[in-house]
Each structure stands twice: as structure tokens, then as C-alpha cells.
């Protein structure tokens, strides 16, 4: 046991600190953390100094080399001299006023001992004692104060706006998960010292990374199944191993991530930049990544990695449950991340549009849609169908080096790339990270290392064979969706859906127990070929239309034949989980998924609602850190209102922070140029983000198997949009019938009647998000002309006005226009039916045209102009197709002829947005003021009353239920929010007081309104050094917090007090002023320990 006395700032406490130090006996399970690996400090790219160092040590090296080395170890050589460099700078530099307190406290103990062994020396030793103290608390005062300003400044430019930020400062910090026990691999053993632990993952990750024999005869049949035209060419060839230019390289490392986690050789990308950037390290960059390039020819600091372990779900004793992250040195995955730029180029075609996972273009969200699309039909259809997520064990760990070799000259890449890849790949020296502590190298032999920007790419490849051969297998039935008559040649070949996937996550599609002995066929010759390993016993069943019945009656014994057991179905009590969209087939596993979804919410608001924060601070929140869990799950799932409405008053709750009265939930959505807060509003926000899907399906109609519709560039980069619009058209137009192929089927979109039935029985249906998107916007058709074939397609519901003294029946309004009206022959223009010309439904016909000549029914002027010869008032319709477009372009859907406006998410918000209500004190605020108020340098505090005062959201008693609605303070007066924060007489004063320390115009009412409710300030003076809504912010703050501890506190409210309290904010303010540009307000403490070296 060990103990010390530590002196503590006088004005702060009269004790001291006592630290004890107890060395307790280790509990029989204890962790002992290690020291891990050495990183320098990103932050020391930024040092001049540091920089200067750099540059001195590079020039110095490169001249000092040895002529017999090679370029990769004059790479490596410069790389350790630099990571050298860097430890002893931070070494000196740590050495500041911190280890000097630590000194001082060391001098003081020793002056304490010697004057509690020899009183005698208290004389002599005194003023000694007291130079320490004094300079001890001289340095604690400093970093208090220091720390305090700068935390304020942080706090105010970065927490209100930085989401980065305030998720690393008010979030529940991660903390890194220590393995307590490992079960060995080999003996089965508990392991739980460090060497044990070690031991264990050296065993594991050997076996895993140790390549089984292969069958190259099922390598050649697995690559049989990819098409000849599947190989990259020439040019591509070409392109993939033309060498690096050094732009190339200074771009590369330029645009690597920041805050990434660097290797072994511990140096960062900010570092690494700069010897990059060096003139005299330039050709020996080049020549070491292009012989990287095209000769396989390494640094060999590029064969070392550290390892850093991940739980993932399941035991945690279980090595298998820890997900292995490959940190690899900085220099190698710039190299890596060049040639994955150029691969992605280059394989785009050579991947099935069924792989989503990691290619330009592909989204994960188009996968949850299709398979949405899947499940729709199959419950339309009531199909036995059945989906199976497969389970692969470590699919990326156990990728052969000899089977992906193979595959890559299959598809053709050149032989200097495939060798290249091979060599840095599978000649990997792993440690193993066990809390801290790094394993001798394991060597990997096979799999792909996570945590390199290219293994993603490459595992797509690698994968790319079972997938093709399964798409190609004529006898796997997959699911069957349906074709319309308007279908291209192309749709026959992607409507039967039999896989989807993303990087290893997979489906397949089952129409009968055929097909899962097929499809155990291919992964078997799968696993044969490349060492992969599926876990059926893992592997999840469902029901694709939801029936119970099918699993009995043809599932059942198949599946556990597989040794597959988890089957869902819709009685099971929770949706199944594909790639976190829930795919749910009945209303109760909706509703508890959305329950549990809710409550994960919660838990984050609550998380995020200690912090002081501005209501902007909290809506950064809202909006970057909480509602952006949704919107991956909205894009898909259909929720109801009610889900909603209790989103919506969680977010209230959120933003307001208890604070009443609750500015309105319509305001907080409103852009803050018209006095809002800029929450994305929930509803909105999802119909938002259909628009990916929606705009490419309306951009034209599609009128023939051949039409120009099927070759947008939108649509053939896409699998699931042509499956969409077939799916649509396949319930509008008859099977049987081609008169209707004129049709646009854009009209389900633009007008509710004319929406198939089937697709909106269920308001789950796969077009209900899209459906509602588009009424959710303004419907304002009045300048709309159509021609009169297009008008005959519409319903008598879509052409009449709504009227509450002649509402139309349903049935009525379900007809077609066509049935009442017809084109003239000799006109060319719409005109009634005769009674003799009509032959549907003639009582309702008869109806509908008395009411409209009695001018009881109403019709819109986008029909009426139909009727009309053509007239100056409107240009008619030149052609005499049925054609949506005039609605679209209305409703922004499409842009107008000569027009490359593009809707975008948020001027589809602001579309759909109600008009802002006026609810201020002060309506008429220009946009340019709503911003100016949130640029304004203001603490959070601040900024909240000001909006508040705007808004007539205060806590005055006016707006509030209390029995008196006298001001407390003046007890004279209603207390309005004018009469709270400066009308009443003891309030009036602060402000009359102070007016002119700033402003050079004399204190009046009137200023004060303007400057507070319009932010129209008056000229300052020129001596004065705080900015006039600083100033105006502050006065509200410190009549603000001197109110209510009049309320709480009972304190009285004094002028004179609240002028102090003002005096002392801005004080603060100008202090950190001069702390953000560069100038420390407080004096540097002056230290003596030269001095006082003899103690």
C-alpha cells in the first residue's frame, strides 16, 4: 500500500487530496490488459514544428541510404525512421504544465517530510513552501479556467451543428469489449489468463486461416456456369494495370478516411501524407507501388497486421463469435483502395444485378423492396413458396487463394493483378489482439481480410460462380412473378426470381422441395470448390405468402432433411430480419416489431437528453443521430398513423426538454429560414425516400414490349424498378387483350380511382409508400391541359369538384368518363352522351349529366378545357395518346419540357409542407433574419429564450394555467412575455441601464422591440467589444436566470445584482473570444523550479 498528499487550489478547498494506492489480490478470474500497439497521434500532421522535423528526417534518410537496398525496404526504412520521429516529439511535447504540477507536488512533499523530521527548519523552509503553493495554485486556476473557456467555445460552434460531435460527447461511450474466458479450440479447456487467451487464438485462427484441399474438378464445373461474355476487356485489361501516376498517389492518400485506426507501423494517413508529399521521397513512391502493381513485389511491412476482435451475437467464450478486423497499415490499404477503385470500374457487368452489395449503383434497400414485391404477389397469390436465408460460417475468412486465382483469370484479369492480389493476401503475418495483448503471427493461408477497402470486391467475385450457376440452372424453379403483355424480351429472363444478395447475405427462392435439392447440389460443389462452409442448422425458412398449411403439407420433411429447423410463418410472433428490414406476413408481428422499435428510440432519447442543449443542438440529434435509424427501415415498411403520432410525441418531448409551453410540433418542422427548427417530419421524410424508386417509373409509360420506357438507363441498370412497372401494368392492362396498351400507366399513380383493387386492399401493399407519396403532394391542376383521349381514361371522382350540398355516391364516381362522354367526331372535343349513346350504368349516366347542366356538380378546368375549341387561353394537346405527363409536370413529378429540375428530397418536403401559420409575437421575420438568429455566437441558453420570446413560447404566467396572471416580481401587471423578460419596471432598468455601454441611439422601447423581436439592432458604439446580439443575449439570460431564483430561490430580483450578473457573462464571452482567435486571455503561470532545486 502507497499513499500521497496532493495541495488542492486554496480559494477552491481548505483540504488537500489523499491518494491511496491498495494492491488487492487478483480475483481467480481477473483481466489483465496489455499495452496494445503504438499509434502516434493524428493531431501531429498538424504541428508545424512536427512537419518541419518530418521533412528534415526524410531528406536526411534518403541521402544516407545504402545503394544495395531495395526500394521496399527504403520504404520500410523511411516509414520506421519517421514513426521513430514521431514517439520522441511526443515525448518532449508531453513534458508541458502538467509535469510541472506533477513536479511541484514532488517538491512540496519532500519541503512537508523534511519539516515533519526537523522543525528547526521551519524558518528557512517556509518561504520555499510557500513559492510551491503559490505557483501550484497559480497552475491549477489556469487549466481550470483554460479548460473551462474552451469548452465553451467547443461546446458552441461544434454542438450545435457538428452530429459527429455531439455523438462523441453525449453518447454512452462504447467501451472496448474484454474477452474474460476463451474455450480453446483444441483441448476444449477455459482459458482466462493473457497466455492462455493468446494461445486459444492462435489455435483458432491457424485452423481458420489454414486452406482445406479443394477440388479443382468442381472448380472448373462451378466456372462453366459463367457466360464467355463475362470477361473483362482489352481496354479494361489495360486500364487495371497501367502503372500509377504520383497524382494518383497524393489523390489516394488525400481522400482517405480520417479517425481511421492505422497498423503496425502505427502511422495514420495525416502522416503518411506528408511523406508523400515530400519532394525528395516522390520516384521512390512510385516505384514501390507500381512494383507492388506489376510485379507482386511488397514492402515487407505490408505482410504484418493487427488484428482487433468484434463481438457479434452468441457466446462470447466462443472465438467463433468475434468478428476479426484486419487494421492494416495505412501505406498498404492506399495501395489496396487504388486498385479497388479501378477493379469497381471495371466489374460492373461482370457481377449478377442479384448482388447488391458493394458496386456503384446497387442500393440494399432495392433488395428489401424486391423481396417486398416477392411476398405481395405471393400472398395475392396464395403460393407455397418458401424463402431460405442462408447461413454462411466466416465467409470471408475462408475464400481459397487457389479457387479465387482461378476465378479472377476466369473473368480475366490480367496475371500481374491476380498474382499481385495473391501474393499480399495469403502471405499475411495475422497478431491476434487479446485485450492488449498482440500473439506471434499466424499466418493466412486463405480468406479475405476484413478491414480491407478491397475484399469486398473481391469477395463478390469469388461468389460470383455459385450465384451464376444457380440463375442459370433451368431445373431451379425460383419464384415466378407475373408478366403483362407490354413486358420486354429482357423481363422473361429476371420475372423469375430465384436468389438476392448482398456481399454473403443471400436468399434464395423455392417453388418446390426440387429446388432445395437442386440448390444443396450447388453449395455443395460450391463448398468443394472454394472452402466455404453453410450452416443449414443456422439457416432460416419462411413461408413467402405467410400460410401455415404449406409447411405441413410440403415443407416439413424436406427442410429437416437439410437439418433445416426455424420456420416462419404468420403465426410466428415476430417478423424475420433480412438485411434489418422486417418482413413481416401478418399485422400482429407489424406491430410488434414497431413496438420494440419504439422503444429502441426511446432509449436513445433519453440517452441524448442530459446535455444543455439548444433546441438547434437537439434537432442535430434528431435528425443526423436518431431518426437516421429509421429511415433505412421506412423506405420499405408500411407503418400505420398511430405509429406515427407516438414518434411524433417522442420527438416533441425531445426537442422541447420539458419545457412549456411546447413549441408546436408543425413549427419544429418548418426550415429554420421560416422560424422553424428543421425537424424532419417522420411521415414526410418516408415519402421522401421513395422518390429513388418513384421518379424513374414515372419518367415515361411504357406502350409496347419494345417501348423506348424499357431502355432508360434508370430502369436497365435496375432489377427491381422493370419488375415494378411490369407488376403494375400486369394489373391494369387484361392478359388477353391489346387495346389497352395505349394505357399510361402512370394514371394509378396521379388518381386514386383508377388504382387497381388488389393493389390497395392491403395498405402494405408494395405501391402503397409510392401511392402515398404522391398524394401527399399539392394537387393544383387548374393550369393543366389535356386532350380529350386522355380525359375519357379519367373517373367522374377525378373530374369533379367535391361538394358538400351534392356529394357523389361511390358507385358514381367509380365511373369512367368515357361512359358519359365521348369525342365529336367533327370537333374533335368532348361532348355528353346522347341518351340513345348511352349504354353503361344509364341511370347513374343520366344522373351525373343533370347535376352538372343543373350546376349542382362542379367540374375542374383541366376537364372542361377539353370540351373547348382551342382559344388564346390555353395551347391544346397536339397528339391524341393518352398521356399523364401535364399532371406530373403539375405535381413536379417530372420536370418540364427543356427542364433538367430534378425533384429532390427537399423540395419534396418543402411541396408537401403546410404553409407556415403565423404563431410569432413578430410574423413578418425575413428568411435572412430567421438565419442570422442561428448564426448568431450565442450559448445555448441564450439562443433558447430569444427563439422562445419570438415564438410566444415563454413561461409567463399569460401563457400559462395558474389562478393569478400578475407579474410575481411588480405584482402590478399581467406578466406577458414582453412584460417578463423586459416591460415590468425592475427588468425595464437592466435594459436602461446598460443600453448605452453598447448602442449609441438612446434606450427606448421601441429600439429594444426591433432589436429583440426583428434583430434590427442599432449602430454600436465604437468602443465597445461584444457584438450586439451578444450583448442582447446575455441581458435575456441574466434577467432569465435572476427571475426564477426570484421564483425558487426566493432571492429578491435586484437591478443591481442582474447588471453584475451580466457584467460577468460577457466577460466570459470575451474571454473565449479571444481564446478562439489565438489569444489566451489569462496570463501564463510563471514558474520557478530552477529555483527550487535544492528542496
Keep these: 500500500m502507497s499513499s500521497n498528499v496532493s495541495f488542492i487550489q486554496p480559494s477552491w478547498s481548505d483540504h488537500f487530496l489523499v491518494t491511496s494506492y491498495f494492491a488487492l489480490r487478483a480475483p481467480v478470474h ?57 514517439k520522441s516529439f511526443s515525448r518532449r511535447s508531453a513534458f508541458n504544465l502538467t509535469k510541472s504540477e506533477s513536479l511541484l507536488h514532488r517538491k512540496r512533499a519532500r519541503i512537508t517530510k523534511r519539516l515533519a523530521s526537523n522543525p528547526e527548519l521551519l524558518s528557512s523552509l517556509t518561504p520555499q513552501l510557500s513559492i510551491v503553493e503559490s505557483q501550484l495554485a497559480s497552475l491549477q486556476q489556469y487549466h481550470a479556467e483554460t479548460l473551462a473557456l474552451r469548452a465553451g467555445i467547443r461546446w458552441r460552434e461544434q454542438g450545435e451543428i457538428s452530429a459527429g460531435y455531439l455523438k462523441r460527447s453525449v453518447a454512452q461511450r462504447q467501451t472496448r469489449q474484454i474477452m474474460k474466458q476463451l474455450i480453446h479450440p483444441t483441448t476444449g479447456a477455459l482459458c482466462s489468463t493473457s497466455n492462455e487467451m493468446l494461445d486459444a487464438a492462435v489455435q483458432f485462427y491457424s485452423n481458420l486461416y489454414s486452406p482445406e484441399p479443394i477440388d479443382n474438378t468442381a472448380i472448373d464445373d462451378l466456372l462453366s456456369a459463367i457466360p464467355d461474355s463475362l470477361r473483362l476487356s482489352d481496354s479494361n485489361q489495360r486500364f487495371l494495370t497501367n502503372s500509377f501516376t504520383y497524382d494518383d498517389l497524393i489523390e489516394g492518400v488525400s481522400r482517405c478516411p480520417r479517425r481511421s485506426s492505422p497498423g503496425l507501423d502505427g502511422l495514420p494517413y495525416e502522416i503518411l501524407h506528408l511523406i508523400f508529399i515530400h519532394p525528395a521521397s516522390k520516384d521512390l513512391v512510385l516505384q514501390v507501388y507500381n512494383d507492388a502493381l506489376s510485379k507482386g513485389v511488397f514492402p515487407s511491412s505490408w505482410f504484418s497486421t493487427s488484428v482487433s476482435l468484434l463481438p457479434k451475437k452468441g457466446d462470447l467464450k466462443d472465438l467463433k463469435n468475434w468478428r476479426p478486423i484486419s487494421l492494416i497499415n495505412a501505406d498498404a490499404k492506399v495501395f489496396t483502395r487504388l486498385l479497388n477503385s479501378r477493379i469497381i470500374k471495371c466489374a460492373q457487368k461482370l457481377v449478377t444485378p442479384y448482388q447488391a452489395g458493394f458496386l456503384r449503383g446497387r442500393f440494399i434497400a432495392d433488395n428489401g423492396l424486391l423481396m417486398k414485391l416477392i411476398m405481395e404477389h405471393a400472398r395475392l397469390t396464395s403460393s407455397d413458396s ?139 460443389l460450391y463448398s468443394k470448390a472454394s472452402n466455404a462452409k453453410v450452416n443449414f442448422n ?26 433445416i429447423h426455424s420456420w416462419h410463418d404468420s403465426s410466428s410472433s415476430q417478423p424475420i430480419i433480412y438485411l434489418g428490414f422486417p418482413l413481416h406476413s401478418s399485422i400482429a408481428q407489424r406491430d410488434a416489431y414497431l413496438t420494440s ?311 419534396y418536403r418543402r411541396l408537401c409542407s403546410p404553409p407556415v401559420s403565423s404563431s410569432t409575437l413578430y410574423p413578418d421575420l425575413p428568411p435572412s433574419k430567421w438565419l442570422l438568429l442561428w448564426r448568431f455566437p450565442l450559448r445555448a441558453q441564450s439562443r433558447n429564450i430569444w427563439y422562445r420570446l419570438i415564438h410566444n413560447k415563454l413561461p409567463c404566467r399569460s401563457n400559462l394555467y395558474l389562478p393569478s396572471k400578475l407579474c410575481p416580481v411588480c405584482k402590478n401587471l399581467e406578466e406577458t412575455p414582453s412584460h417578463f423578460l423586459f416591460d415590468c419596471p425592475q427588468k425595464l432598468a437592466v435594459w436602461s441601464l446598460l443600453w448605452d455601454s453598447q448602442f449609441e441611439q438612446p434606450f427606448s422601447k421601441y429600439s429594444l422591440r426591433r432589436a429583440l423581436f426583428l434583430l434590427d439592432f442599432p449602430k454600436c458604439r465604437p468602443d465597445t467589444v461584444h457584438a450586439p446580439s451578444v450583448f442582447i443575449s446575455t441581458i435575456l439570460l441574466a434577467i432569465w436566470r435572476n427571475h426564477w431564483a426570484f421564483i425558487f430561490d426566493h432571492r429578491p430580483f435586484l437591478t443591481d445584482v442582474t447588471i453584475r450578473c451580466v457584467n460577468q457573462l460577457l466577460s466570459v464571452s470575451l474571454q473565449e473570444s479571444l481564446l478562439s482567435s489565438g489569444i489566451s486571455p489569462l496570463p501564463l503561470p510563471h514558474l520557478q523550479l530552477s529555483d527550487l532545486s535544492s528542496c
Design 386 to 524: 418458401v424463402g431460405l436465408l442462408l447461413d454462411q460460417e466466416k465467409a470471408y475468412d475462408r475464400v481459397h487463394p487457389s479457387y479465387l486465382c482461378k476465378v479472377l483469370h476466369h473473368f480475366g484479369f490480367p496475371p500481374s493483378i491476380v498474382q499481385s492480389l495473391s501474393t499480399l493476401f495469403f502471405n499475411t503475418g495475422l497478431h491476434i489482439n487479446v485485450n492488449g495483448f498482440l500473439s506471434t503471427p499466424v499466418l493466412q493461408h486463405r480468406g479475405l481480410r476484413q478491414g480491407d477497402p478491397i475484399s469486398p470486391i473481391l469477395f463478390n467475385l469469388a461468389f460470383e460462380p455459385l450465384l451464376r450457376r444457380i440463375l442459370s440452372d433451368p431445373h431451379f424453379s425460383g419464384f415466378q412473378l407475373p408478366k403483362s403483355v407490354c413486358s420486354p424480351p429482357h423481363i422473361h429472363s429476371i420475372s423469375s426470381v430465384k436468389l438476392l444478395a448482398y456481399a454473403n447475405d443471400i436468399v434464395c427462392f423455392l417453388k418446390n422441395p426440387q429446388d432445395l435439392t437442386a440448390l444443396q447440389h450447388h453449395i455443395h
Design 597 to 907: 422499435l419504439l422503444s429502441r428510440l426511446e432509449t436513445s432519447f433519453q440517452l441524448h437528453s442530459h446535455r444543455s442543449l439548444s433546441f438547434r443542438g437537439r434537432v442535430t440529434i434528431l435528425n443526423s443521430l436518431i431518426l437516421s435509424k429509421l429511415w433505412h427501415v421506412l423506405r420499405i415498411l408500411s407503418v400505420p398513423k398511430r405509429f406515427f403520432l407516438k414518434l411524433q410525441s417522442q420527438i416533441s418531448g425531445f426537442v422541447s426538454a420539458k419545457q412549456t409551453p411546447r413549441i408546436s410540433f408543425e413549427t419544429m418542422c418548418f426550415p429554420r429560414n421560416k422560424g422553424g427548427l428543421g425537424v424532419l417530419n417522420p411521415p414526410l421524410q418516408q415519402s421522401a425516400l421513395q422518390l429513388r424508386w418513384l421518379l424513374p417509373l414515372l419518367h415515361d409509360f411504357p406502350c409496347s414490349p419494345t417501348s423506348d420506357f424499357w431502355n432508360h438507363h434508370s430502369l436497365k441498370s435496375s432489377v427491381v424498378l422493370p419488375l415494378l412497372a411490369d407488376f403494375l401494368l400486369s394489373h391494369l392492362l387484361p392478359t388477353e387483350s391489346r387495346e389497352l396498351i395505349q394505357t399510361d400507366y402512370r394514371q394509378a399513380f396521379v388518381f386514386k380511382q383508377l388504382r387497381p383493387r388488389k393493389l390497395i386492399q392491403s395498405l402494405d401493399g408494395v405501391f402503397s409508400l409510392f401511392f402515398r407519396a404522391v398524394d401527399n403532394l399539392p394537387h393544383i391542376f387548374d393550369k393543366v391541359v389535356i386532350n380529350p383521349q386522355t380525359a375519357l381514361c379519367l373517373t367522374l371522382g377525378d373530374v369533379s369538384v367535391p361538394s358538400s350540398s351534392c356529394p357523389l355516391p361511390s358507385s358514381m364516381a367509380r365511373l369512367l368518363c368515357s361512359s358519359v362522354y365521348m369525342t365529336d367526331p367533327i370537333s374533335g372535343r368532348l361532348r355528353p352522351r346522347s341518351a340513345r349513346e348511352i349504354s353503361l350504368h344509364p341511370y347513374l349516366t343520366k344522373r351525373f349529366l343533370k347535376w352538372v347542366r343543373s350546376d349542382h356538380m362542379k367540374l375542374y378546368p383541366f376537364f372542361v378545357r377539353a370540351f373547348l375549341r382551342p382559344s388564346s387561353s390555353f395551347i391544346p394537346v397536339a397528339h391524341t395518346h393518352i398521356d399523364m405527363s401535364p399532371f406530373l409536370v403539375a405535381l413536379s413529378l417530372t420536370p418540364k419540357p427543356g427542364d433538367q429540375l430534378r425533384l429532390t428530397s427537399k423540395r
Design 30 to 86: 481477473s483481466t489483465v490488459l496489455g499495452k496494445g500497439q503504438w499509434r502516434a497521434h493524428p493531431r501531429l500532421a498538424s504541428s508545424e514544428a512536427f512537419r518541419n522535423l518530418v521533412s528534415s528526417t526524410i531528406t536526411t534518410t534518403m541521402i544516407s541510404f545504402d545503394l544495395s537496398l531495395t526500394p521496399q525496404e527504403k520504404w520500410d526504412m523511411v516509414k520506421s525512421t519517421i514513426a521513430q520521429v514521431a
Design 538 to 563: 443456422k439457416t432460416e425458412a419462411f413461408a413467402l405468402s405467410g400460410s401455415r398449411s404449406c409447411y405441413h403439407r410440403i415443407w416439413r420433411t424436406p427442410l429437416l432433411q437439410q437439418q
